[in-house]
Protein backbone atom coordinates (compact mmCIF):
# COMPACT_ATOMS: atom_id res chain seq x y z
CA UNK A 1 0.00 0.00 0.00
CA UNK A 2 1.06 3.84 -0.37
CA UNK A 3 2.87 4.73 2.65
CA UNK A 4 4.43 7.84 3.57
CA UNK A 5 7.51 8.37 6.13
CA UNK A 6 8.61 11.20 7.68
CA UNK A 7 11.29 11.35 10.99
CA UNK A 8 8.77 10.68 13.98
CA UNK A 9 11.88 11.90 16.11
CA UNK A 10 11.73 15.96 16.62
CA UNK A 11 14.66 17.93 14.98
CA UNK A 12 16.09 20.40 17.40
CA UNK A 13 18.80 22.88 15.50
CA UNK A 14 19.97 26.35 16.70
CA UNK A 15 18.75 29.69 15.34
CA UNK A 16 20.42 30.98 12.14
CA UNK A 17 20.64 27.41 10.79
CA UNK A 18 18.98 25.66 8.16
CA UNK A 19 16.89 23.28 9.02
CA UNK A 20 15.73 19.87 6.29
CA UNK A 21 12.92 18.10 7.22
CA UNK A 22 12.44 14.47 4.60
CA UNK A 23 9.44 13.17 3.16
CA UNK A 24 9.76 9.46 1.65
CA UNK A 25 7.09 7.60 0.17
CA UNK A 26 6.72 4.25 -1.33
CA UNK A 27 4.62 2.46 -3.66
CA UNK A 28 3.41 5.20 -5.50
CA UNK A 29 3.92 7.92 -8.24
CA UNK A 30 2.48 11.32 -7.05
CA UNK A 31 1.91 14.03 -9.35
CA UNK A 32 2.78 16.26 -6.85
CA UNK A 33 4.20 16.88 -3.41
CA UNK A 34 2.63 19.79 -0.51
CA UNK A 35 4.24 20.79 2.71
CA UNK A 36 2.13 22.47 5.68
CA UNK A 37 2.77 23.86 8.92
CA UNK A 38 1.20 23.09 12.07
CA UNK A 39 1.12 24.55 15.23
CA UNK A 40 -0.31 23.13 18.74
CA UNK A 41 -3.95 23.16 18.80
CA UNK A 42 -4.58 24.40 15.46
CA UNK A 43 -4.60 23.06 11.80
CA UNK A 44 -2.80 22.61 9.17
CA UNK A 45 -1.64 25.45 7.02
CA UNK A 46 -0.43 25.30 3.39
CA UNK A 47 3.14 26.34 2.39
CA UNK A 48 4.71 25.14 -0.70
CA UNK A 49 3.51 22.65 -3.62
CA UNK A 50 5.63 20.96 -5.69
CA UNK A 51 5.03 19.28 -9.31
CA UNK A 52 6.75 15.93 -10.62
CA UNK A 53 8.32 17.64 -13.18
CA UNK A 54 10.50 20.08 -10.78
CA UNK A 55 13.20 19.30 -8.92
CA UNK A 56 13.01 22.54 -6.81
CA UNK A 57 10.74 25.23 -5.54
CA UNK A 58 11.13 28.46 -3.30
CA UNK A 59 9.28 31.03 -1.55
CA UNK A 60 11.27 33.52 0.59
CA UNK A 61 13.47 31.49 3.13
CA UNK A 62 11.70 28.29 1.71
CA UNK A 63 13.06 25.49 -0.11
CA UNK A 64 11.65 21.95 -0.95
CA UNK A 65 13.23 19.65 -3.44
CA UNK A 66 11.52 16.91 -5.29
CA UNK A 67 13.56 13.46 -6.58
CA UNK A 68 11.26 10.95 -7.69
CA UNK A 69 13.54 8.08 -8.46
CA UNK A 70 14.43 8.51 -4.36
CA UNK A 71 10.80 8.67 -4.30
CA UNK A 72 12.05 11.88 -1.94
CA UNK A 73 11.28 15.18 -0.82
CA UNK A 74 13.26 17.69 0.86
CA UNK A 75 12.19 20.79 2.93
CA UNK A 76 14.72 23.26 3.83
CA UNK A 77 14.11 26.55 5.97
CA UNK A 78 17.33 28.81 5.51
CA UNK A 79 18.29 31.45 8.45
CA UNK A 80 15.57 29.84 10.66
CA UNK A 81 13.91 31.50 13.66
CA UNK A 82 12.26 30.48 16.80
CA UNK A 83 8.94 31.36 16.08
CA UNK A 84 9.24 28.21 12.74
CA UNK A 85 9.16 25.93 15.24
CA UNK A 86 5.88 24.06 14.52
CA UNK A 87 5.25 20.15 13.09
CA UNK A 88 5.78 20.06 9.38
CA UNK A 89 3.61 17.76 7.59
CA UNK A 90 4.04 16.43 4.17
CA UNK A 91 1.13 15.46 1.87
CA UNK A 92 0.76 13.44 -1.38
CA UNK A 93 -2.36 13.34 -4.31
CA UNK A 94 -3.87 10.27 -5.06
CA UNK A 95 -3.71 10.87 -8.71
CA UNK A 96 -6.94 10.59 -10.08
CA UNK A 97 -9.00 11.68 -7.07
CA UNK A 98 -9.71 14.26 -4.50
CA UNK A 99 -8.23 12.48 -2.08
CA UNK A 100 -4.31 13.01 -0.25
CA UNK A 101 -2.28 10.64 2.32
CA UNK A 102 -0.40 12.41 4.96
CA UNK A 103 2.53 11.98 6.60
CA UNK A 104 3.10 11.36 10.86
CA UNK A 105 4.79 14.96 10.40
CA UNK A 106 7.96 15.77 11.94
CA UNK A 107 8.25 18.47 14.81
CA UNK A 108 10.67 21.36 14.49
CA UNK A 109 12.16 23.23 17.28
CA UNK A 110 14.49 26.23 16.92
CA UNK A 111 16.78 27.20 19.90
CA UNK A 112 17.44 30.94 20.55
CA UNK B 1 -12.20 37.16 5.95
CA UNK B 2 -12.70 33.63 4.31
CA UNK B 3 -11.68 30.24 5.60
CA UNK B 4 -13.32 27.66 7.50
CA UNK B 5 -14.56 27.63 11.04
CA UNK B 6 -15.11 24.31 13.01
CA UNK B 7 -17.06 24.25 16.15
CA UNK B 8 -17.13 23.67 18.81
CA UNK B 9 -13.53 23.74 19.97
CA UNK B 10 -13.90 20.99 22.14
CA UNK B 11 -16.88 18.72 23.06
CA UNK B 12 -17.24 15.85 25.36
CA UNK B 13 -19.29 12.51 24.54
CA UNK B 14 -20.96 10.59 27.01
CA UNK B 15 -20.89 6.83 26.12
CA UNK B 16 -23.73 5.81 23.99
CA UNK B 17 -24.10 9.34 22.54
CA UNK B 18 -23.97 10.61 18.78
CA UNK B 19 -22.41 13.73 18.91
CA UNK B 20 -22.02 16.56 15.64
CA UNK B 21 -19.12 18.28 14.96
CA UNK B 22 -19.36 21.46 12.35
CA UNK B 23 -17.81 22.97 9.58
CA UNK B 24 -18.27 25.79 7.72
CA UNK B 25 -16.37 27.89 4.62
CA UNK B 26 -17.00 30.56 2.90
CA UNK B 27 -14.33 29.80 0.07
CA UNK B 28 -16.67 28.90 -2.22
CA UNK B 29 -14.74 25.55 -2.21
CA UNK B 30 -16.34 22.33 -4.00
CA UNK B 31 -14.47 19.86 -2.37
CA UNK B 32 -14.63 19.29 1.38
CA UNK B 33 -12.80 16.68 4.02
CA UNK B 34 -13.76 15.69 7.26
CA UNK B 35 -9.91 13.96 9.11
CA UNK B 36 -9.02 12.32 12.27
CA UNK B 37 -5.52 13.40 13.79
CA UNK B 38 -4.38 11.45 17.02
CA UNK B 39 -0.59 11.66 18.27
CA UNK B 40 2.00 9.93 16.46
CA UNK B 41 -0.25 9.25 13.49
CA UNK B 42 -1.15 11.33 10.61
CA UNK B 43 -4.28 12.90 9.00
CA UNK B 44 -6.53 9.91 8.26
CA UNK B 45 -9.66 10.50 5.89
CA UNK B 46 -13.22 9.84 7.21
CA UNK B 47 -15.10 11.11 4.51
CA UNK B 48 -15.12 13.77 1.48
CA UNK B 49 -17.50 15.41 -0.17
CA UNK B 50 -16.55 16.48 -4.07
CA UNK B 51 -20.10 18.56 -5.08
CA UNK B 52 -23.22 19.27 -2.94
CA UNK B 53 -25.60 16.20 -1.91
CA UNK B 54 -22.67 13.80 -2.61
CA UNK B 55 -20.16 12.11 -0.50
CA UNK B 56 -17.53 9.37 -0.16
CA UNK B 57 -16.08 6.81 2.52
CA UNK B 58 -12.72 7.20 3.54
CA UNK B 59 -10.13 5.18 5.17
CA UNK B 60 -11.98 4.95 8.52
CA UNK B 61 -15.65 5.77 8.19
CA UNK B 62 -16.91 3.60 10.54
CA UNK B 63 -18.83 4.53 13.20
CA UNK B 64 -19.18 8.17 11.23
CA UNK B 65 -21.58 9.82 9.34
CA UNK B 66 -21.91 13.28 7.07
CA UNK B 67 -24.14 15.37 5.06
CA UNK B 68 -23.96 17.41 2.76
CA UNK B 69 -26.71 19.88 1.76
CA UNK B 70 -25.13 22.95 1.44
CA UNK B 71 -22.28 23.87 -0.28
CA UNK B 72 -20.91 25.97 2.84
CA UNK B 73 -21.55 23.13 5.48
CA UNK B 74 -20.31 19.85 5.77
CA UNK B 75 -21.18 18.43 9.32
CA UNK B 76 -19.81 15.41 10.65
CA UNK B 77 -22.07 13.28 13.40
CA UNK B 78 -19.87 10.81 15.41
CA UNK B 79 -21.79 7.92 16.13
CA UNK B 80 -22.04 5.18 19.46
CA UNK B 81 -20.73 2.84 16.99
CA UNK B 82 -17.28 4.98 17.19
CA UNK B 83 -15.57 2.80 20.09
CA UNK B 84 -12.55 4.91 20.17
CA UNK B 85 -13.56 8.83 19.36
CA UNK B 86 -11.03 10.40 21.38
CA UNK B 87 -9.34 12.59 18.43
CA UNK B 88 -8.57 15.71 17.20
CA UNK B 89 -10.96 16.11 14.24
CA UNK B 90 -10.07 18.63 11.06
CA UNK B 91 -12.49 20.17 7.97
CA UNK B 92 -11.05 20.84 5.12
CA UNK B 93 -11.68 22.42 1.40
CA UNK B 94 -10.04 23.07 -1.73
CA UNK B 95 -10.62 24.23 -5.10
CA UNK B 96 -11.63 22.75 -8.37
CA UNK B 97 -8.54 21.96 -10.26
CA UNK B 98 -5.59 19.40 -9.51
CA UNK B 99 -2.82 21.20 -7.93
CA UNK B 100 -4.83 22.77 -5.19
CA UNK B 101 -4.04 22.81 -1.48
CA UNK B 102 -6.38 22.24 1.08
CA UNK B 103 -7.07 24.72 3.75
CA UNK B 104 -8.02 23.46 7.23
CA UNK B 105 -10.24 24.93 9.90
CA UNK B 106 -8.61 24.82 13.25
CA UNK B 107 -10.22 21.68 14.67
CA UNK B 108 -12.40 20.18 17.14
CA UNK B 109 -10.88 18.40 20.14
CA UNK B 110 -13.35 15.32 21.36
CA UNK B 111 -12.47 13.54 24.28
CA UNK B 112 -15.49 10.47 26.57
CA UNK B 113 -16.58 11.51 29.77
Known amino acids: SQKIEQNSEALNIQEGKTATLTCNYT??????LQWYRQDPGRGPVFLLL?????KEKRKERLKVTFDTTLKQSLFHITASQPADSATYLC???????????FGTGTRLKVLA | DGGITQSPKYLFRKEGQNVTLSCEQN?????MYWYRQDPGQGLRLIYY???????QKGDIAEGYSVSREKKESFPLTVTSAQKNPTAFYLC????????????FGDGTRLSIL
Open chain 2, 92 to 103: ASRSEGSNQPQH
Open chain 1, 27 to 32: NYSPAY
Open chain 1, 50 to 54: IRENE
Open chain 1, 91 to 101: ALDKSGTYKYI
Open chain 2, 27 to 31: LNHDA
Open chain 2, 49 to 55: SQIVNDF
